[in-house]
């Protein structure tokens, strides 16, 4: 794909394009039978899209184009092809259709001339506004979320990422069911052929609704594990890799932990958070997680199914935000990483910002005005190591500034604030006092501080204010 190509496209050029036959695509339902499960895998090989992008007043065509660039890429990664383009310039959106109604027939001319058996819009449809255009164009019409969801399906692996993506995709399939039928319908083709009643759609509905909340279930209960697992690291420092999908978080954690999880040249291969060791320099670890990469538009409910993602995120002392260096939407990237951790964050985090693929960067003029803005980022390159040991000792650095040591006098529930301070800390000192209490000199990593904050409060007293920094011994 020529990505950078399409900024030389003139504007007004909405030719095809030109691609590979299509894999077969294989996608997972709600489990609502033979029948749905066929609506709702409707798209299946050698698909071919038209991409649909609407220049909103405050965007710039620029932008607009930018985007369909990556919706082109995200629909080669759901194994459709590309084949030809619509933008629109519109003050506001058409509430019924989205865009208006001269583009519509033109997007309906260029399905045939391209041949396209499916439209994809790079902007969050309505239910009534896709069902709307189908209706029109007599195709499939969806949106740049559920393009998402059938990567994310495609590339769940793990039972956890299953659970997730199939929670995801109810989600988003409840409101929609009624379309869903119509694809059904249509499937079935012939003239007078009937939708179902809506006592049908009403059955379904529930069904739906059942279904998600089983799941919720599955995954509270494998959240607990999740949980224990954590419990069980001790008072490791923990960092979390976050960034735009395709940065080379995983790549990163391979190369600092020297191991084999999958890396490829597509978005989101990563649905699951997995942690590993990594050594630092000065006898120091950090545990390091690999995490859900982010896109930008990427709806709420979806970026919250992946709960055990914001949870490892939430409960690190760092984060290791890795950006593509190489990347012609590289600040646009960065801005959405913030934005969306700013989203699920429940307070500020320490931040280290990895500049990766410095290998591929041909202009080194761009390091120097990267440093200006970046003064504290680390430029590496997971691919030839280069810039990794300034990177562990970054983790280092913040480590050792940002844990916290506290004397302080357990007053009550002695057992569990013990068992907590041995548990996430380092205890250096431990002793009865006369006066029946205990006494200890805990250093902790700055989220196990939080938690004992938020778990024990009222439990202990302090000794002296905390002292933060200094070396941990
Ligand atoms: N040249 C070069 N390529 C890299 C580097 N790091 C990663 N890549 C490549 O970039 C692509 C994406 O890398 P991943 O590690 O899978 O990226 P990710 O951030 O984990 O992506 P998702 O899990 O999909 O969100 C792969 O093809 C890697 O081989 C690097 O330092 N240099
Ligand atoms: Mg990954």
């Known amino acids: ?46 698909e071919r899209a038209v991409l649909v992008g609407v220049v909103l007043q405050r965007d710039s065509r620029a932008v607009t184009e930018e985007h369909l660039d990556e919706l082109e890429l995200l629909a080669r990664t759901a194994g459709a092809e590309p084949v030809g383009r619509l933008v629109q310039e519109r003050s506001e959106i058409n509430v019924r259709t989205f865009i208006g109604r001269g583009k519509v027939e033109e997007l309906a001319e260029l399905c045939k001339s391209t041949e396209a058996n499916l439209v994809i819009f790079d902007d969050t449809l309505a239910p009534a506004q896709a069902r709307n255009l189908e209706s029109v164009l007599d195709r499939n019409v969806i949106d740049r979320t559920e393009l998402i969801l059938d990567i994310f399906a495609r590339h769940a692996r793990t039972r956890e990422a299953k659970l997730q993506v199939e929670l995801a995709q109810l ?53 607990t594990v999740a949980e224990t697992q954590r419990k069980g690291r001790g008072g490791a420092y923990a ?12 790549s990163l954690l391979n190369a600092l932990a020297g191991t084999d999880l999958l890396t490829e040249d597509k978005l989101f291969s990563t649905l699951d958070a997995t942690t590993r060791r990594v050594p630092l320099p000065g006898g ?41 260096v190489t990347s012609p939407s590289l600040e ?38 990267l440093q200006r803005h970046y003064p504290e980022a680390v430029f590496a390159s997971a691919r030839t190591g280069e810039g990794l040991d300034d990177l562990r000792q970054r983790v280092v650095d913040r480590l050792l500034r940002g ?29 009865q006092r006369e006066d029946g209490h205990q006494r200890l000199r805990v250093r902790f990593p700055p989220a196990a501080f939080r938690r004992l904050q ?17 070396e941990r011994t």
């Open 1 to 46: 794909m020529n990505r950078k190509g399409s900024s030389s496209r003139d504007p007004d050029d909405e030719r095809g394009l030109d691609g590979e036959p299509t894999a077969k695509r294989h996608r997972r339902s709600g489990d609502l039978g033979p029948e749905r499960d066929r609506a709702w895998s409707g798209r299946r090989a050698a």
């Open 239 to 250: 960092a979390a890799l976050v960034g735009y999908t395709n940065a080379g978080k995983s």
């Open 284 to 324: 120091h670890e950090a545990l390091l997680t690999d995490t859900v990469g982010f896109i930008r538009k990427l709806p709420h409910d979806l970026v919250a199914s992946f709960r055990v993602t914001l949870e490892e995120i939430n409960a690190a002392d760092l984060l290791v935000h890795v950006a593509d």
């Open 454 to 470: 938020r778990l024990h409060a009222g439990d202990f007293a302090l000794d002296g204010a905390p002292a933060t920094g200094g």
């Open 403 to 431: 844990s916290v040591e506290l004397d302080l006098v357990v007053l009550r529930r002695h057992d569990r604030v013990l068992s907590y301070c041995y548990r996430e800390g380092r205890v250096e000192a431990h002793e």
């Open 171 to 223: 989600q988003y399939m409840r409101p929609r069911l009624r379309r869903l039928w119509d694809h059904l319908s249509r499937q079935s083709g012939g003239i007078g052929t009937r939708g179902p009643g809506e006592t049908q759609l009403e059955v379904d509905r529930r069904r739906v609704g059942e279904k998600i909340a089983h799941i919720k279930e599955l995954l509270r209960d494998r959240r």
């Open 332 to 369: 646009a990237h960065i801005d959405t990483v913030n934005e969306v951790l700013g989203e699920i964050l429940d307070g500020p985090r320490d931040t280290v910002i990895v500049f990766n693929k410095m290998d591929m960067l041909a202009d080194r003029d761009d390091v120097a005005r």
